[in-house]
């Protein structure tokens, strides 16, 4: 593409279509860019536009972002399409100026482009860009063009954040030690040189907003510098590091953080990096850093009793707490151990941050999903309330006692401020019941508790249950919300008899208006059905849930119809495991399947919440399986009701949902009873369109699907060439090696199922197929599926067909595959299944085939025989080498959905030769049978041919079924 | 046969991922961006004070320090240059004697450790002056005299080192055997300092062909001069490129000398060869190999055993180490657990792990995470000594450094060394006793985002508990020492390794069952 006014003209037209309302100027403008950045050139021409100002900045804007998402699918060489190294040496001379003279949203796409390059080419293919940084970094601080400073200050600190999440290895230490050489002078001298315009700045609140911005930068910078290891520099220059770093904890700018929130959050965030930083050495770096220690206990100290007792200001607190937590738990935790300072902690700041906060408050009502995420799953590593108790714990580490002690009291205490005035005092309840959960340890299976700051079985008598029992299920809804957690986090801890009496409750809190609330009920349930007692035996059976499972099920649909909550996962993920478990009688089956139909009509319309579809799928996979094994007669109102969906699914291609479809279809399918009826039939040809095996997460599901249309009605194969198409794409898939294992439980099938004279026209084919892709690219996978394959032949249509077939390729053929493939990795194969057909199918070739019992073949006979005790003498574990999985770049193109495995639509394991118990007794005696055909002859051979392990191995087999080889 | 088997790579997927690093051997990484604080203090230049020389009786005469105030010593700096150049062209009767007087001023000045007046001589153009005095033909006094003041001057900041360019060709040609002793001394010593200011000055001597004369210097019996060639040796070895470690063993005569030396030198003889051993062994293959070959390791050894101090038994800590990370060989045949030299070490290790000095336990845990890492009986050995009650006790209480590579060696002794299929097994007695002790919290505090090698060996280690405590009751004590915690938080993390290392350990022994049978 070359950079002429046409071009200009063509890219600018093409983006501005991009963000044109109507979707066929949009699609047509998106064709023809996706087009264009086939040819060369592209990305250069998309950046030449970008820094056109004469175009208006919307379209700029808008190209900005498609040149980010160009180079970041082409810079790399492994890319399908490649950025040519002309046109990156070009792009790389541009992206510099125009990044630093560009508007600030063009800046932020632009400089996340060139972290995109760095990535790549920083330091060892860019040695020009590290200078060039430095010296416009330079000017910029001499110009007080602070924007450009932050500009570049924000790029180098994309490109040095790899140092924060790589091993140390030579490689990556010699690019650290490039970059300190050039960079860790000029950080410390601009940190200097910005301390002084931020004294000299005071009253300008513009001006200093940057500055304060510039120096969080260079904390974050220095923060990648430090990470791996101290370097030379910052050692000797720690003096000047650390006042730096404190006068930042100490200072106030009022020009800025009297401003408003964001004024504050600003300084705050400078701060936060400082206390990132001083963690870090604190944690590393004890023995620099214990001179400074004491100084910065105190600065943090007093900064967080005054930010502690603020609203907002989480991210400031919870770096400052973190700080604290690490002095805690190291050599200097004496520092925190006088009564006095204990007691000053649990006072000034844990208290203080446990207790919930109008911002919590708010986040409850407005963002439930964001309020569980944190407060349930653990993603609150982060937030205040949490951190808090961090530092409990920390200190609890030396002084568990005095914490213990502590704390209780102050959970009495707030208990007792509640009881005074439990309408106006219930955040110090809510208080009460967080630290009690917080400080609790995790244990194993989930998320289950213990705790020795209370009774647990006292505590939830006299504090949860009266809450669990409150009528108003949407008064008080955030103690409501704790009590539940409570509930399920020390689920194992409450005796059955107890949960059950409370389990109507937990039921009633679904129908409650709040969506944490009956989030929570949800979850509750949902959990204490998985309790096990003594690992194995589930506490909770359907007798328990039987009583109340019509009234379960009617409020758990009926909270999916509670605004925000359509989608609620909580509640799908319960509907789910009470389908698992409970006693699904018609009554309950016939609402449930046309209440989840419902739900899944509605979520084809827009597929949003992943794990609530992967619910919803799996408990109607669920629902049929259990439903329909106890009562076949369901079978077609089920399918009255599913099918309609899920061919609604197929024809407006909902492609996200292909392989669940799929699946269920698949599980349909083998609920009939031969012959299949008509309808599936149109289903079976819709799978043999070859478009829909391109997508690699639909072939684990359309293979299934494809198994269950073989075994039912193998004879409609057949008809109308459908042999022919299927074989076509067990020769696609086969041609993989991604595919290649799913493209052999595509023929299996065939060849378990169709008799010889349907598929003889075509063996010679399919063996010559594979035996290509065996000459061209021999994976241990595919070695291990043909064995496979081919015991499956022999079993079924007998040695002869299979030598004949075979050898119908090429003369001897077989000879030669059994020498150089089947017995070298006989000894590689795997699973029950597997093993025992191999095995079984080599004895018979060994003891019934004329080929191996003629006598210039004694050689390939001991060999097979050594590979068949190896098989069935040997564990898996120590016949077989681990693998390591190559990892296949092929195929990424486009959106592709992910193939997600349906538990309760799974298959059987079908066993072939069901006939046969025991592989080894049948091995061996096939074997004693020969011997005493032809007394003396293989004595001889298996001294010779067989391993002396394998000799005793065999002669053990031998005495343990009372059989002899003579 | 169905579609629904698993993948046939299914089998302890985690095994893989988990269990196997902890029985490396670990070199030390040849980068580093840290100060070398040991060499800082000693080492990578030196001033010097005193003279070398024993037969010029006139260096040490009349040469009192004169406590002088700065100004004044600065104003005599300068003239000492001034008095030089008119020494240099002054072409009469006693010329030489002039121009050895005019040097041994501006060496005095140059000497004192407080105020060396370098930057003062250099403005004033001694470089010159004194590489004229270099100038072949020279009287061995005055070449001394004039090596001696650019040794000092090379002992200063990085750019009056690099002022040394135009004289490097003469102090190298001086290094030849047809210069005395004392004056070959006094430039390798020169050159030492340069050799110890950068990478691309290494380069550049060894280029001028600095590597064979100072080779051959440490071949005789010499002390002093064996002394400073060694220590010039292993500033221009140093590295990264490990050619010019290569290129030194090769020459004639320099391994018996390096064993001679170790065997039968002073102490701080033995010391110098002992960091050119360090080098060796830290950057060539080929050189470790070569010295695999003797028995330099019982020698070191030996020396370890007979040594009490610091500055002597840190290199023979990092060359020991360096030989068995190298090579195989050494853990194996060399330290075979029944030999007395096994014993020996491990002896002089533990005497090490409770040393005052932190830089000791560090390395002495790193050589001795090395022997843990060879077979069960040198496991077996370890756990009988009395080393594993101090690993205990510094992992619960020592700091991060040194905690994090006494992790490596606790978690070497709890596995066995991969069979012939590639999988190591637990050695669940070490374990369990570990385990009983107390060591799973100090591997837990290890598992933070702060460091992603501790954290590694951290995460490796709670899965050896998790997997192969008895009873399951791994499960327990990982959740009692608040180890699923430390886990989480890893669960997001941006390095792939830890992230999918805690998703697995998390998923195997701490999740929930997704599909629950009934």
């Known amino acids: ?292 220690l004491s100084g910065f206990v105190e600065a943090v100290w007093s900064l967080l009793v005054v930010a502690s007792a603020s609203p ?121 019941i967080y630290l009690v959960v917080s400080l609790a340890t995790k244990k194993a299976g989930g998320a289950s508790v213990s705790t020795d700051l209370v009774d647990v079985e006292s505590f939830f008598r006299s504090v949860i249950v009266p809450e669990l029992q409150g009528q108003d299920v949407n008064a008080f809804p955030m103690l409501k919300a704790g009590a539940l957690k409570f509930f399920t986090m020390f689920r194992v801890l409450i005796p059955k008899p107890i949960a059950m009496a409370l389990l109507g409750d ?17 979850s509750c349930i949902e959990k204490l059905l998985l309790v096990k007692d003594n690992g194995v035996q589930s506490r909770y059976t359907s007798l328990d849930i039987g009583p109340m499972l019509l009234v379960l099920m009617t409020n758990l649909f009926g909270a999916l119809e509670k605004p925000e909550s359509e989608e609620n996962q909580y509640i799908m993920r319960c509907i789910m495991r009470v389908l698992q478990i409970a006693d699904i009688s018609p009554e309950v089956a016939s609402p449930c399947i046309t209440g989840l139909t419902t739900v899944l009509n509605r979520v084809c319309e827009n597929p949003k919440n992943p794990v609530f579809n992967h619910c919803l799928f799996e408990a109607i996979a669920t629902l049929v399986r259990r439903a329909c094994e106890k009562n076949p007669s369901l079978v077609p109102a089920f399918e009255t009701c599913l099918l309609p969906s899920l061919q609604m699914i197929l024809a407006k291609e909902v492609t996200e949902f292909f392989p669940y479809a799929f699946q269920l279809l698949a599980q349909l399918v083998d609920l009939n009873r031969p012959p299949v009826p008509p309808h599936y039939m149109q289903i079976f040809d819709i799978l043999l369109t070859p478009d829909l095996w391109d997508k690699s997460a639909n072939v684990p599901a359309l293979v299934r699907l494809l198994q269950s249309f073989l075994q039912q009605a193998p004879n409609e194969l057949n008809r109308d060439g459908r042999l022919r198409n299927v074989l076509g794409i067990f020769n696609k898939l086969v041609s993989k090696p ?54 499956l032949f022999l079993v079924k249509h007998g ?79 120590e016949r077989v080498e681990d693998e390591p999985e190559v990892p296949d770049f092929g195929e990424a193109t486009g959106y592709q959905a992910t193939f997600v495995r349906l538990h309760n639509a799974g298959k059987k394991e079908e066993d072939p030769l069901k006939e046969i118990r025991d592989p080894k007794h049948f091995s061996v005696a096939l074997l004693a049978n020969l011997s005493a055909q032809f007394r003396g002859r293989f004595p001889p051979i298996i001294a010779r041919y067989v391993s002396p392990a394998n000799q005793a191995a065999l002669l053990q087999l031998c005495n343990s079924y009372n059989l002899t080889i003579a | 046969m169905a579609g629904e088997t698993p993948p046939s790579h299914r089998r302890d997927s985690i095994k893989q991922t988990v269990g196997n690093a902890a029985v490396q051997r670990r070199r030390q990484l040849a980068v580093s961006v840290a100060k070398e604080r040991r060499e800082a203090m000693f080492r990578t230049k030196r001033l010097c004070m005193e003279g070398i020389s024993m037969n010029l009786e006139a260096a040490t005469n009349g040469e009192k320090m004169i406590d002088e105030e700065p100004p004044v010593l600065e104003s005599q700096t300068s003239k000492a240059v001034e008095e030089l150049k008119l020494a240099v062209s002054f072409k009469g009767k006693d010329a030489v004697q002039n121009k050895v007087n005019a040097l041994r001023e501006l060496r005095r000045l140059l000497s004192r450790s407080g105020f060396p007046f370098v930057e003062v001589a250099l403005k004033s153009g001694a470089i010159p002056l004194l590489a004229q005095c270099l100038s072949f033909g020279s009287e061995d006094e005055q070449v001394l005299e004039a090596a001696w003041c ?28 047809k210069s005395s002793l004392s004056v070959s001394e006094q430039c390798a010593w020169a050159l030492g300092n340069v050799a110890g200011e950068s990478d691309e000055l290494r380069d550049l001597l060894i280029s001028q062909g600095a590597l064979i004369p100072l080779a051959k210097m440490m071949v005789p019996d010499n002390g002093s001069t064996v002394r400073t060639a060694a220590w010039a040796l292993s500033n221009l070895i140093k590295g990264p490129d490990p050619d010019a470690a290569t290129e030194l063993i090769k020459v004639d005569g320099v391994v018996d000398a390096i064993l001679r030396h170790l065997k039968k030198s002073d102490i ?59 090579d195989a060989y050494t853990t194996n045949v060399v330290l075979d657990p029944g030999h007395e030299i096994t014993d020996s070490i491990i002896r002089s290790l533990s005497k090490c792990l409770k040393s005052e000095h932190r830089f000791l336990k560090k390395e002495a845990a790193w050589v001795l995470s090395n022997i843990a890492a060879g077979s069960v009986a040198h496991k077996q050995l370890i756990c009988k000594s009395e080393a594993v009650s101090l690993l205990l006790q510094l992992l619960a209480g020592a700091p991060f450094d040194i905690k994090k590579e006494v992790a490596y060696v606790l978690g070497n002794l709890c596995v066995a060394p991969a069979d012939g299929l590639g999988r190591p097994s637990l050695l669940l007695d070490h374990l369990v006793s570990f385990v009983r002790n107390g060591c799973l919290c100090g591997f837990i505090d290890l598992v933070s985002p702060a460091d992603l090698e501790a954290a590694r060996i951290g995460l490796h280690f709670i899965e050896l508990v998790l997997r192969g405590m008895p009873n399951g009751e791994g499960q327990k004590l990982v959740e009692k020492a608040g180890g699923i915690d430390a886990i989480e938080q890893f669960q997001f993390h941006e390095n792939d390794d830890l992230r999918m290392m805690a998703g697995l350990l998390v998923d195997s022994y701490f999740g929930e069952t997704y599909g629950l049978d009934e």
């Open chain 1, 312 to 432: 907002s200001r989480e991210r400031l607190t919870v770096t400052a707490i973190k700080f604290l937590t690490i002095v805690s738990t190291s050599v200097h935790h004496a520092l925190f151990a006088g009564d006095e300072i204990l007691q000053q902690i649990t006072q000034s700041i844990v208290i203080p941050n446990v207790m919930l906060r109008d911002e919590d408050e708010e986040l409850f009502e407005m963002n439930y999903v964001e309020f569980i995420r944190r407060d349930m799953e653990g993603s609150d590593l982060d937030t205040r309330r949490r951190i808090a108790c961090e530092l409990l714990k920390g200190i609890a580490g030396n002084y568990k006692d005095k914490i213990t002690e502590r704390v209780s009291a102050q959970i009495h205490n707030c208990l007792a401020l509640f009881a005074e005035n439990p309408a106006a005092n219930w955040k110090y309840k809510d208080c009460a």
């Open chain 1, 738 to 791: 991604s595919t290649e294992e799913q493209g052999f439980h595509v023929l299996n099938p065939i060849i378990e199922n169709l008799g010889y004279d349907v598929m003889a026209e075509y063996m010679s084919h399919i063996w010559s197929s594979l035996f290509t892709r065996l000459q061209n690219s021999k994976t241990p996978r595919l070695v291990r599926c043909l064995i496979i394959l081919m015991s």
């Open chain 1, 1 to 292: 593409m070359e950079w002429n006014p046409q071009t200009l003209q063509f890219l600018s037209q093409c983006f501005l279509d991009t963000l044109s309302p109507q979707p066929e100027p949009r699609r047509r403008a998106e064709k023809n860019l996706s087009d264009a950045a086939d040819t060369s050139n592209y990305g250069l021409a998309v950046l030449r536009l970008v820094a056109e100002p004469s175009v208006d900045e919307q379209i700029r804007q808008s190209a900005a972002v498609n040149f980010k998402n160009h180079l970041k699918t082409r810079w790399v060489p492994s890319s399908a399409t490649p950025i040519s190294d002309a046109e990156k040496e070009q792009i790389k001379q541009l992206i510099v100026p125009l990044m630093l003279s560009a508007s600030p949203k063009i800046q932020a796409q632009l400089s996340e482009a060139l972290a995109v390059i760095g990535n790549h080419d920083f330091p060892k293919l860019w040695p020009a860009l590290l200078p060039e940084l430095k010296s416009n970094l330079e000017t910029a601080l001499n110009a007080s063009d602070f924007a450009s400073v932050n500009g570049i200050l924000a790029t180098v600190n994309s490109l040095f954040k790899k140092f924060r999440h790589q091993y140390k290895s030579d490689p990556i230490l010699l690019d650290l030690k490039y970059c300190l050489d050039n960079f860790a002078a000029p950080l410390l001298s601009t940190v200097e040189s910005i301390s002084v315009k931020i004294n000299a700045a005071a009253a300008l609140a513009a001006t200093l907003r940057q500055l304060i911005e510039a120096q969080r930068l260079c904390c974050r910078i220095f923060y990648s510098l430090n990470y791996l290891d101290l370097p030379e520099f910052f050692e000797d220059n720690a003096d000047k590091w650390m006042s730096q770093f404190k006068n930042y904890l100490t200072m106030r700018y009022p020009a800025v953080e009297d401003s408003g929130a964001d004024g504050l959050a600003l300084v705050d965030e400078l701060r936060a990096a400082v206390c990132d930083n001083i963690s870090h050495y604190m944690e590393k770096e004890e023995e620099l850093f214990q001179k400074y």
């Open chain 2, 268 to 326: 701080e003889l033995a010391t110098e060869v002992s960091w050119v051993v360090v080098y060796l062994s830290a950057l060539s293959d080929v050189a470790t190999s070569v010295l695999m070959r003797t028995d330099i390791v019982q020698i070191l050894v030996d020396r370890l055993a007979a040594s009490n101090n610091l500055q002597s038994i840190i290199p023979l800590l990092r060359s020991l180490g360096n030989l068995m990370s190298g």
């Open chain 1, 799 to 877: 040695i002869q067909t299979l030598i004949d077939s075979i050898n119908s390729v090429q003369a001897n053929l077989f000879h030669l595959i059994l020498e150089q493939i089947w017995i070298p990795n006989l000894k590689t194969i795997t699973g029950n299944t597997e093993v025992k057909l191999s095995a079984v199918a080599s004895t018979k070739l060994l003891c019934e085939s004329p080929l191996l019992l003629d006598p210039a073949a004694e050689k390939l006979w001991g060999n097979l025989l050594d590979g068949i005790v190896t098989l069935l003498s040997q564990p898996e574990e």
């Open chain 2, 150 to 177: 650019l040794t000092n001057i090379a002992a200063g900041t990085p750019e009056q080192t690099n002022a040394l360019l135009p004289t490097l060709p003469l102090l190298i040609a001086h290094l030849g055997e």
């Open chain 1, 506 to 522: 937990v039921v009633r809190f679904l129908s409650s208006d709040v969506n944490v609330v009956h989030s929570y009920a949800a």
